[in-house]
């Protein structure tokens, strides 16, 4: 089975801070997707990436942005966290762009 | 402007009932589309998709229908059983363009014993 790990299941971080959210997948896709879930509006697609070092604006990239260095790997980075960015966070990978989505647990950030 | 609605946020149904979950869609650039379904602390889980090509798809106690003059779509669950109790998300992919699937809002379905 393809296991998506993302590093953190719940993290405490302060405004202005700089945020790392790690995701790992172990299938060898080449789609790995960035998305956040609040209540009341489903999931929002922040980024993705078709291939290493390759990264494409979803829905919401303000404030985000993307490293994607080796194939396995997909980290989301969040410049000065705000309280606004206080959210589930899950990370997909796929070996198609639009199916087949894995979803990893999901990392809950609370930014104080 | 949401192009995947999902209008209703709540369903309780009865266990052994049948649940039918409603997506509608606006963009006619849509030809496929997909089910997940989410436990709470669990990231989504692939459920089951149509192409527009077809009017209906089958798995088991799931099954999807497709009304593309209507652009609507439903997913139904018979029997219902406790452990449906998730939320569904409804998603769909245009022909052309990112092929990213448009996420809608979520309905949250609760089977009573």
């Known amino acids: 089975d393809v296991k998506v790990t993302q590093s953190s299941r719940y993290l405490v971080k302060r405004t202005g801070e700089k945020v790392f959210l790690e995701c790992v997948q172990d299938?060898?896709?080449?789609?790995m997707f960035w998305y956040r879930q609040d209540p009341g509006l489903g999931l929002r697609l922040i980024y993705f990436?078709?291939?290493?070092?390759?990264?494409e604006k979803g829905d919401i990239p303000e404030g985000y942005s993307v490293s994607r260095e080796k194939k396995e790997r997909f980290s989301l980075i969040l410049e000065s966290a705000s309280t606004n960015q206080t959210s589930m966070y899950l990370c997909?990978?796929?070996?198609?762009?639009?199916?087949?989505?894995?979803f990893g647990s999901g990392t809950r950030l609370t930014v104080v | 402007d949401q192009q995947v609605k999902q209008n209703s946020p709540s369903l309780s149904v009865q266990e052994g009932r049948i649940s039918i979950l409603n997506c509608d869609y606006t963009?006619?650039?849509?030809?496929?589309f997909l089910w997940y379904k989410k436990y709470p602390a669990e990231g989504p889980t692939f459920l089951i998709s149509?192409?527009?090509?077809?009017d209906k798809n089958e798995d088991g106690r799931f099954t999807v229908f497709l009304n593309k003059s209507a652009k609507h779509l439903s997913l139904h669950i018979v029997p219902s059983q406790p452990g449906d109790s998730a939320v569904y998300f409804c998603?769909?992919?245009?022909?052309?363009?990112?092929?990213?699937?448009?996420f809608g809002r979520g309905t949250s379905l609760i089977v009573h014993p």
């Open positions: 997909a990978s796929s070996p198609l762009p639009y199916g087949g989505y894995t």
């Open positions: 299938m060898d896709h080449e789609n």
């Open positions: 990436s078709y291939d290493v070092k390759m990264k």
């Open positions: 963009n006619s650039m849509f030809d496929y």
């Open positions: 149509i192409s527009s090509i077809k």
């Open positions: 998603a769909a992919k245009a022909r052309g363009g990112s092929y990213i699937p448009t």
